[in-house]
Structure formats: structure tokens, C-alpha cells
């Protein structure tokens, strides 16, 4: 039996363990007073349980990438960013259709990772998946990102299954004055961003245009183009209350389409999206505090050209011209959200966060549902931190949630972590997360046009997806070195996984949705960080192994069926079963140097790799994605001016040594678009 096994059986057992070393004699020879163990260099972090927490007490994994990474990697995008995250898959479908995972949940949608922007949630019906290319924020506004690498439902409820991102923007007392930046080469951006302090309101908004011009113009058509609005104030009339205002926008164009593939045709689409917050914040005697925070966001978006009749398209239907086989496709998604949350200092050891959140999604999608549909649902979390001795501090909390389509769950999760010294710290850690179906799951129409009628309603209503997590940590840091190391060993096990049931619905062959797979990952994920120079330079190293595989939960609708039985299940067994350990690379990483230079010069170079890797929703006769071994590189001038003006030139180069690997499609013709090198130089002014 492997060590894993052992790991994977014994959970709870892992966890009775350290409590006693909690209470027993190891804890009491601990060196070191609490005093000690709060002032550790380490980052503090908010999304892990909803309470700021040093990352050495937090029930989970978390990577926080601040803004000197964001800096010093060149990237201009978020899902690029998750790079630096061990263990995170990023690909692009083309240069505007981001595909960012953890583990094996690899499809284009992926739906099973929480992404929040400043604690509100991203997602929107009816795929549940992120949009990232239109996202109403700049990178530039961004003050840091948390990713929780581990399943959060206790804390953010259905969505969290793998892992939350968030993304915390900067703050309006921060932004006093005035920016603009001009980028061009293969991306072209601008950005005007100004922000005002004055007495008890502070405030900063932000213009800016990104575009970039794709990765091969002659295949795909993925030109794009996104104008961006965002506002944030903060109104603080006394001490105890701060009214938060956030308000964004964006419009964009987003080129589509295959050469060679006439039901795929070159097209724009476009897509509007905005999005309102607000929070008032309340500090009631004695420290206690209480949020509430009401958010709205809509998204529409229009596919002025896609095809309804595959074979009118490509022109085989004789009496039908090419064009009836096309139609116009258009999406409205809407959330309204209104969630209430409390901190209470319950004595000097512990303290309890806990809360409730309503939200109504609507989403209207003439070709794939019969009608508009909105879904209401609701959610209860609580967590409480108890610091148990000096050395341990225990977490331990879940959340109730209904999700508005029949189905009621509970996820509760535990972690202990121990302190051998106040500056490394172990983790035992048990988790559950429940992944609800969506809209495009549950209410899909029998008479559908989206992909030609290609899929049916649910043959069996769609329960739930549900993971049980068991891991061990550890934190460490080396202070007089500036080293720090964190590393995650982990075993997740999943069952009810939403997959296609194939052939569910005949005529001649229409799949469907149920809850049919089974799935097991491991991994171990590593990070080690170290700064010198004052921390004007730094090395950050990430390096993830992992491993999936999947079994059959329940029987597909036509698995034994005499006459198709046979090849469903040689579909199965070729098409998913046989390659699901491809799904998730094993072995990736990154590296990120940054150096501080003289005459106020700065280099930075990002190393990335990765095995690899076959995305769930690419058949075996799609080329997979290569091994990536790429280097890019990012060389910076600043200068200062009188009176605080300060300005900034700075040149990236991507894919320096042009690794051209090939990148994620769903047929040959995208999937063996390589990658190639791309360059941009930004010019930017303070005052």
C-alpha cells in the first residue's frame, strides 16, 4: 500500500493526532510566546475562512501574489497571473478565451473554481464559468490576488470545489493622484487613472483600453478589444463605519473563428458587462464587526453569426443557402446578491466569523432554454478560530446552502495547525465542497438549436458534485535569510462529477447531462520564496506533481443498450477513463527573479513549465498540449521628477526563446496554433 493510500484512509485519525500534540508535552517545550507567533514575516490573508489570518494559521493552502509579482512578471491579464500559482493550469483557447483550473477540471468553462473580485463573486449563469476576457477591472488597480488552493465551500459556498481566486483591488486612500500609461507592439493599451483624498472621502477611477492582436490571424480570428471602466470610493464619516462604493464597466469586441471551418466562420462578437457594490462596514464597541454588502452584475453578450445546422453551413443541404444555417445568438445574465457578515472576538482565544448570503441569478437564452430562467438561493457559513494553546490554533467550519433547484447541502471543514517553533508551522486538514449543477446543465431545452440540437435535458434530475479533501502542510520561514517555504501534500476524492452522458437522447445521437464520473487526484505543491536587498529582489520558486484518474459513479443512460451499448462504452473507456490521468500535467512550475538595479533599473525574468496535458473536452484525436518550457522577460527604467512626478518605461518579451508550444483547441486546426514569442513596451507617467 502506497503512502498515499495511508493518507487518503486516514483522516481523521491525522487530525486526533495533532490535537494531542496540541495538548500533550511537545506543545509545552515549544519555545517561543504567542507574541511570537503573531509577529511571523509572513502574509496576512482574508479569503482561506473570511478572517485575516497569518498564512501559518489558516485552514488552508493559500498563494498570495502581490504587487511587486504582479510587477515584475509582465503580464497584463489575470489568468496569466495564475501561473505563479503551484498547481494552476492556464491555456488559452485563443488569445481572448482564457482557460484557468486546478487539477484536472480543465474544460474552457471551468466551473469548479470560486473566482471573487473583492469578496463578490465572478461567476454568472448560465455556464457558472468566468468571463475573463471582459472582466470590469484593470490590472493596474489590482493590490493583490489570494488563491485558496484547496476546496472552500465552508467559506464561499457552491463553485468553491478546487480552490478560490480573489481578487483584491487597491484601495482609494492609495491611489491619491494621477496615472497614464500607453503600451504597444503585439498588445496595445492605454490607461488614465486618477484618485483624490480629501477628509473623510477618497476616491479613484479608471479608464483603459487593452486589445491585443492574437496569436496567428490566418487560423483564428482572436483579434480583440475592451474598453473598462471602475470606480471605487470610500466614504468614512467616523471611526466605527466605512461606506465602500464600487462601481465597473466594460465593452469589447471579441474576434471568433476557424479558417477552413465554414460553420465556423470569421466573426466579432461583443459582449457589455458592469457591475455595482456596496458595503458598509461597522466596528461595534469593543471590536466586534459587522458588513453588509449588496452587488449586482449583468452581462450581455451577441454572436452575430453562429451555426444552428451544421450541414447547411458547409453547404451540403441542397434548397438551403449556407446562410439560413446561421443565426444570431444573444445571452442576458444577471446576479443580484445581498450578503451580511460578522466578526466576533469571543475572548482572547478565539474568534467566530459568521453570516448568510441570498442571491437571485437570471440568465435569458432563446436558443439553448424555452424560457428566461431565475434561480434564487441562499447560504448560512459559519467558522470559528480557537487558539487552543500557544502552539495550535484549531479551524473549523461549514456552510448550508440551497441552490435554488431542489438541492440542500452542507460543507463543513476542519484544520489543525501547530506551531513546532514560531517559525514552522503543520497543518492537518479535512475538507468538503459541493459543486451545484448550472443553468446550462439542468434546463437545457429538447429541442435546443445552440449546438444543433446536439444535447437533451437530464435524463435523472443532477444532484450535487461532492469532494472530500485530506492534506498536510507546512509553513516555514528562515527570517535572517529572508527564505520562506510552503508546501501542500494533498488526496481529493470526488463523486457525482456532472459529465456528458453520451447518446442519452437518440435521433441519431444527442448526449446529455448526469452525474456519472468518479475521480481521485494527488499532489504535492511546493513554493519557496527568497528576498534580499531590503526586498528590492526576489526568487520565487513554485513546482507542482500530480497526479488523476477517474472511474465510472454511475452508468451512462445507454451503456448496455443492444444496439449502442458497445460503442458508448468503448467511448468511455477511450475517450475519458483511458486518458483522464492527462487531464492535469505532472510535473509543473515557475520560477520569478526579480532584481533591483543600479540607477533605479530593474530586471525581471518568470520561467514556466509544464508536462503534458489533455483538457477534458479534447477527444483522443486532438493534439493534446506539448511540454511548455518558456522564459519571458521584463526590463525596467523608473525616473523621479520634482513635486512627486515619477514616470516608467518598460519593455516585455514573452516566449523569449520561442518554445512554440502548441496551446488548448478542441480541434487539430486551434490545437496546433503555436504560441509564439510576442513583445510590448509600456510607457507610463505619475503626477
Known amino acids: 500500500m502506497s503512502y498515499f493510500d495511508h493518507f487518503t484512509r486516514l483522516p481523521l485519525v491525522a487530525l486526533a493526532a495533532i490535537a494531542w500534540l496540541a495538548y500533550g508535552p511537545c506543545a509545552a517545550q515549544t519555545s517561543g510566546s504567542e507574541d511570537d507567533v503573531f509577529t511571523q514575516d509572513l502574509p496576512l490573508v482574508l479569503t482561506a475562512s473570511r478572517l485575516s489570518q497569518p498564512v501559518s494559521e489558516a485552514p488552508s493552502a493559500v498563494t498570495v501574489i502581490d504587487r511587486k509579482m504582479i510587477a515584475a512578471s509582465g503580464f497584463r491579464t489575470v489568468?496569466?497571473?495564475?501561473?505563479?500559482?503551484?498547481?494552476?493550469?492556464?491555456?488559452?483557447?485563443?488569445?481572448?478565451?482564457?482557460?484557468?483550473?486546478l487539477h484536472g477540471s480543465s474544460d474552457e468553462q471551468a466551473r469548479r473554481m470560486q473566482v471573487l473580485i473583492d469578496g463578490r463573486s465572478a461567476y454568472l449563469p448560465p455556464f457558472g464559468g468566468v468571463n475573463w476576457a471582459d472582466l470590469p477591472l484593470l490590472i493596474e488597480d489590482i493590490e493583490r490576488i489570494e488563491v485558496v488552493r484547496g476546496p472552500s465551500s465552508a467559506s464561499h459556498g457552491s463553485n468553491s470545489f478546487y480552490g478560490v481566486i480573489n481578487i483584491i483591488s487597491r484601495d482609494a486612500a492609495d491611489q491619491s493622484g494621477t496615472t497614464v500609461s500607453m503600451t504597444g507592439g503585439h498588445a496595445a493599451d492605454a490607461l488614465v487613472r486618477f484618485g483624490r483624498t480629501a477628509g473623510n472621502f477618497d476616491y479613484r477611477m479608471?479608464?483603459?483600453?487593452?486589445?491585443?492582436?492574437?496569436?496567428?490571424?490566418?487560423?483564428?480570428?482572436?483579434?480583440?478589444?475592451?474598453?473598462?471602466?471602475?470606480?471605487?470610493?470610500?466614504?468614512?464619516?467616523?471611526?466605527?463605519?466605512?461606506?465602500?462604493?464600487?462601481?465597473?464597466?466594460?465593452?469589447?469586441?471579441?474576434?471568433?473563428?476557424?479558417?477552413?471551418?465554414?460553420?465556423?466562420?470569421?466573426?466579432?462578437?461583443?459582449?457589455?458587462?458592469?457591475?455595482?457594490?456596496?458595503?458598509?462596514l461597522h466596528v461595534w464597541t469593543g471590536g466586534d464587526e459587522s458588513k453588509l454588502t449588496f452587488s449586482r452584475a449583468t452581462r450581455r453578450s451577441?454572436?452575430?453569426?453562429?451555426?444552428?445546422?451544421?450541414?447547411?453551413?458547409?453547404?451540403?443541404?441542397?434548397?438551403?443557402?449556407?446562410?439560413?444555417?446561421?443565426?444570431?445568438?444573444?445571452?442576458?445574465?444577471?446576479?443580484?446578491?445581498?450578503?451580511?457578515?460578522?466578526?466576533?472576538?469571543?475572548?482572547?482565544?478565539?474568534?467566530?466569523?459568521?453570516?448568510?448570503?441570498?442571491?437571485?441569478?437570471?440568465?435569458?437564452?432563446?436558443?439553448?432554454?424555452?424560457?428566461?430562467?431565475?434561480?434564487?438561493?441562499?447560504?448560512?457559513?459559519?467558522?470559528?478560530?480557537?487558539?487552543?494553546?500557544?502552539?495550535?490554533?484549531?479551524?473549523?467550519?461549514?456552510?448550508?446552502?440551497?441552490?435554488?433547484?431542489?438541492?440542500?447541502?452542507?460543507?463543513?471543514?476542519?484544520?489543525?495547525?501547530?506551531?513546532?517553533?514560531?517559525?514552522?508551522?503543520?497543518?492537518?486538514?479535512?475538507?468538503?465542497?459541493?459543486?451545484?449543477p448550472v443553468m446550462s446543465e439542468v434546463f437545457i431545452a429538447a429541442d435546443n438549436t445552440i449546438w444543433g440540437g446536439a444535447y437533451v435535458p437530464p435524463v435523472m434530475s443532477l444532484t450535487p458534485e461532492r469532494v472530500v479533501s485530506r492534506e498536510i502542510g507546512y509553513v516555514g520561514e528562515l527570517r535572517d535569510w529572508g527564505f520562506s517555504v510552503e508546501a501542500r501534500l494533498y488526496a481529493e476524492s470526488v463523486r457525482n462529477l456532472i459529465w456528458w452522458d453520451k447518446c442519452a437522447g437518440l435521433s441519431p445521437c444527442a448526449d446529455g447531462f448526469g452525474n456519472l464520473l468518479a475521480a481521485e487526484y494527488r499532489g504535492l505543491e511546493v513554493t519557496a520564496k527568497w528576498r534580499w536587498d531590503e526586498g528590492r529582489s526576489f526568487l520565487i520558486a513554485n513546482y507542482a506533481r500530480q497526479s488523476a484518474s477517474a472511474s465510472l459513479d454511475a452508468l451512462p443512460t445507454r451503456y448496455f443498450d443492444p444496439g449502442i451499448g458497445a460503442p458508448v462504452r468503448d467511448f468511455y473507456t477511450n475517450e475519458y477513463l483511458g486518458q483522464f490521468n492527462e487531464s492535469a500535467p505532472t510535473n509543473s512550475g515557475s520560477l520569478l527573479l526579480s532584481l533591483g538595479l543600479p540607477d533605479s533599473w530593474r530586471f525581471s525574468t518568470g520561467y514556466y513549465f509544464r508536462d503534458k496535458v489533455r483538457v477534458l473536452d479534447v477527444s483522443s484525436d486532438v493534439t493534446p498540449e506539448y511540454s511548455m518550457h518558456r522564459f519571458d522577460c521584463r526590463l525596467a527604467k523608473s525616473l523621479k521628477f520634482e513635486q512627486g512626478r515619477g514616470a516608467e518605461l518598460a519593455l516585455v518579451v514573452q516566449n523569449v526563446t520561442r518554445d512554440d508550444y502548441t496551446k488548448y483547441g478542441t480541434v487539430n486546426r486551434v490545437a496546433e496554433v503555436p504560441f509564439t514569442r510576442r513583445a510590448w513596451l509600456t510607457a507610463a507617467l505619475h503626477f
Open 206 to 280: 479608471s479608464l483603459g483600453y487593452r486589445s491585443d492582436q492574437g496569436l496567428d490571424n490566418f487560423v483564428l480570428n482572436d483579434r480583440n478589444a475592451t474598453r473598462v471602466f471602475n470606480f471605487r470610493g470610500n466614504y468614512h464619516p467616523r471611526a466605527t463605519d466605512n461606506l465602500d462604493v464600487q462601481w465597473g464597466s466594460s465593452d469589447g469586441s471579441y474576434g471568433l473563428g476557424i479558417e477552413g471551418r465554414p460553420e465556423d466562420v470569421f466573426r466579432n462578437t461583443t459582449a457589455q458587462s458592469d457591475f455595482q457594490q456596496l458595503s458598509w
Open 302 to 436: 451577441r454572436d452575430p453569426y453562429i451555426c444552428i445546422d451544421s450541414e447547411a453551413c458547409q453547404g451540403k443541404v441542397i434548397g438551403k443557402t449556407r446562410a439560413e444555417g446561421f443565426t444570431a445568438r444573444d445571452v442576458v445574465s444577471e446576479r443580484h446578491d445581498l450578503e451580511l457578515q460578522n466578526t466576533v472576538q469571543l475572548g482572547a482565544n478565539n474568534r467566530l466569523v459568521w453570516g448568510a448570503d441570498l442571491r437571485s441569478d437570471f440568465a435569458d437564452f432563446p436558443l439553448l432554454f424555452t424560457h428566461p430562467y431565475t434561480v434564487s438561493s441562499w447560504q448560512f457559513f459559519i467558522h470559528d478560530e480557537w487558539r487552543v494553546r500557544d502552539a495550535a490554533v484549531f479551524n473549523v467550519g461549514a456552510m448550508l446552502e440551497d441552490d435554488g433547484m431542489g438541492n440542500r447541502s452542507i460543507s463543513p471543514r476542519a484544520s489543525l495547525n501547530y506551531h513546532i517553533s514560531p517559525n514552522h508551522t503543520l497543518r492537518l486538514g479535512v475538507s468538503t465542497a459541493t459543486r451545484s
Open 79 to 101: 489568468p496569466e497571473l495564475m501561473r505563479l500559482v503551484p498547481g494552476m493550469y492556464v491555456g488559452f483557447a485563443d488569445a481572448n478565451r482564457p482557460v484557468v483550473s
